[in-house]
């Protein structure tokens, strides 16, 4: 270019040559500059462009020359980069020339992307000509945005296991009261034994019953902590139907009061599966409880549907659903994450909590929300089959 | 029962030592309780009538460390291990050491009273002690050679997936063995499996 600085006509063979060259020296150079590089002049205009800002907008060189650069933008400096240039050329203001900034651009086929632009000017006489370099930031902005996501997931993660460390720790500290009632209890009963009267037998009665309820919290306690420990659960060939009675009769509690209809849709096919009963009722008596909550907040119609169903292969589902008020599909998206609730008063644990027992148990739990309203949530079990029974002698 | 048979019952925190001295009380038993393990020592007894019940994980000496006391100074008290959640590795090496049972918290009195009852009575002819082991046994005679496999597995503190590479079958497949030997030992929990297979001295 330095040819063009100096444009004393010694021979005008010489000029010509020496033009040639500059051309072809700019052009090879646009060719292999590992950059996107736009060259325009004051008008906006495209004079050149590299062979990567061609592949990057998706055009080729003959479609572009000569056009406005504003077809490499997208709204609002698509609109507005003639006067962008106006005020540059009317003012000198530098608000991009030799800062660099990034801004979106656009392809041919009128898709956009992040890029990062940096401008160079360049005088020859009295015309402007400029420079745009240009990078594309796609990829680098997918890392950073998948960083972000690791991110939160590793957040999520250290608090389920802070959550993990805290049920183990809590497990220790809860079972040492557990004990004590327990024996306070065993204790009384076995004094009762010895006492005379309707009434001691009544009482003997319910201690007896207490101190059974104190041992089946140091069971569930237990069981959560082997499970938070190892990720193992104690599986044993189980009635499914069984399971689902015994659930139901604990999470119906309060369901007539609350105006609420139960029924039950099973599959007979569906009966044996590999499962850790306590915690399968768990993840039952979580689901269950939930829907009544939601219906007993309003509608009319209060219908609970609990339903399975044998898929013919290795799996069972089992479906839970309610006549309630429905989830909000931004809220179903993540409504197993820890930490995440629909309720004024929840901790968000409860389904994040079942969806970590079902997928130990190699099962599958999710949500669906019915065209017509209400909420179910499905999830499946492994079906013990005919193989496994014959494990069994 | 003699009337020098003493239950000592060891443990750090006072709600579990006290309720446990209530309970043993009531079925009739003589009891002194320790706030720790160099409390106990301390006041051993020269006689040796009775039994130690102790919880395994205390601050100062534990009870293994108790164990390891006990045999250097040659007391012969049976020991009956208590352990909280998750001391299943600990109950086992207690019960290497000699201890006669392990209990896990909260328990069932009978399961203690069992317990204390086949340890007062270690050195008579004990019907009710020997019974119990033949039923362990006849238990453990129903398990097929693969599921006598997974329990030694389980006994040694495997988890199912060491266990299944180490038989070279499936998880799943172990999975259901396991369950199978709970099933036929009439085990409550894992560490009810691993108690009775130490009992009945079929541990690898």
């Known amino acids: 270019m330095e040819q063009m600085h100096s444009p004393m006509p010694q021979d005008l063979k010489g000029l010509a040559d020496a033009l040639e060259a500059a051309e072809a020296r700019l052009q090879s150079i646009l060719q292999t500059v590992p950059d996107a590089m736009i060259i325009i002049d004051e008008q906006g205009r495209i004079e050149s462009l590299s062979t990567t800002a061609e592949r990057l907008f998706g055009y080729v060189k003959s479609e572009v020359v000569g056009r406005k650069v504003d077809l490499f933008m997208s709204t609002p400096h698509r609109e507005q980069h003639d006067s962008y240039l106006k005020r540059y050329l009317s003012t000198g203001e530098r608000r991009i020339i030799g800062i660099g900034r990034v801004v979106t651009g656009r392809r041919k086929d009128g898709t956009t992307f992040p890029m990062h632009l940096t401008v160079g000017e360049l005088q020859l006489a009295d015309r402007h000509y400029f420079t745009g370099f240009i990078r594309d930031l796609t990829d680098q902005q997918l890392t950073e945005s998948r960083l972000k996501e690791l991110q939160s997931e590793v957040t999520h993660m250290s608090r389920f296991m802070a959550l993990g460390e805290m049920a183990s720790t809590l497990a220790h500290e809860i079972n040492q009261p557990l004990t004590a009632i327990a024996n306070y209890l065993k204790g009384c009963r076995r004094l009762l034994e010895r006492m005379a009267g309707e009434q001691a037998l009544v009482l003997r009665d319910a201690v007896s019953k207490a101190a059974d309820q104190a041992l089946r919290a140091g069971d569930i306690i237990r069981r959560l902590r082997e499970f938070v420990a190892r990720g193992e659960s104690e599986r044993r060939i189980e009635s499914l139907p069984k399971l689902i009675e015994d659930a139901s009769t604990l999470a119906l509690i309060g369901a007539k009061e609350n105006a609420v209809t139960v029924s039950f849709r099973l599959d007979p096919a569906a009966d044996l599966v590999l499962a850790d009963r306590i915690q399968i009722q768990q993840v039952l008596v979580n689901l269950i409880r939930n829907a009544i909550e939601v219906m007993s907040e309003g509608g009319q119609r209060r219908q609970l549907d609990i339903a399975t169903v044998a898929n013919g292969g290795d799996l069972v589902e089992v479906s839970v659903s309610d006549t309630g008020a429905g989830i909000a599909p931004e809220v179903a998206a993540q409504l197993f994450q820890p930490f995440v609730t629909t309720k004024r008063k929840g901790m968000g644990l409860g389904l994040s909590i079942c969806r970590t027992i079902i997928e130990a148990h190699g099962g599958k739990i999710w949500v669906d929300t019915p065209p017509g309203g209400g909420t179910i949530f499905r999830f499946t079990l492994r079906a013990a089959n005919e193989e496994d029974r014959s494990l069994v002698e | ?204």
């Open chain 2, 1 to 204: 029962m003699s009337s020098s048979q003493i239950v000592h019952v060891i443990d750090d925190d006072v709600a579990v030592r006290q309720s446990m001295a209530f309970l043993l009380s009531t079925a009739g038993y003589a009891v002194r309780v320790h706030e720790s393990a160099i409390a106990f020592l301390q006041a051993l007894p020269d006689s040796e009538d009775g039994c130690v019940v102790t919880d395994i994980r205390m601050p100062g000496m534990d009870g293994l460390e108790l164990q390891g006391h006990l045999k250097s100074m040659k007391v012969g008290l049976p020991v009956i291990v208590i352990t909280g959640h998750g001391d299943i590795a600990l109950a086992v090496q207690a019960m290497k050491a000699g201890a006669i049972d392990f209990i896990e918290k909260p328990f069932d009195d009978d399961v203690l009273l069992a317990a204390i009852r086949s340890a007062l009575a270690r050195n008579l002819h004990n019907v009710e002690r020997e019974a119990r082991f033949a039923e362990i046994g006849r238990r453990l005679q129903s398990l097929s050679d693969r599921e006598r496999d997974v329990l030694e597995g389980l006994v040694a503190g495997k988890p199912n997936k060491i266990i299944a590479h180490d038989l070279g079958i499936s998880a799943r497949t172990v999975e259901v063995y396991r369950a199978n030997v709970m099933t036929k030992m009439r085990a409550d929990s894992l560490s009810d499996l691993v108690r009775m297979a130490i009992l009945s001295g079929s541990s690898p």
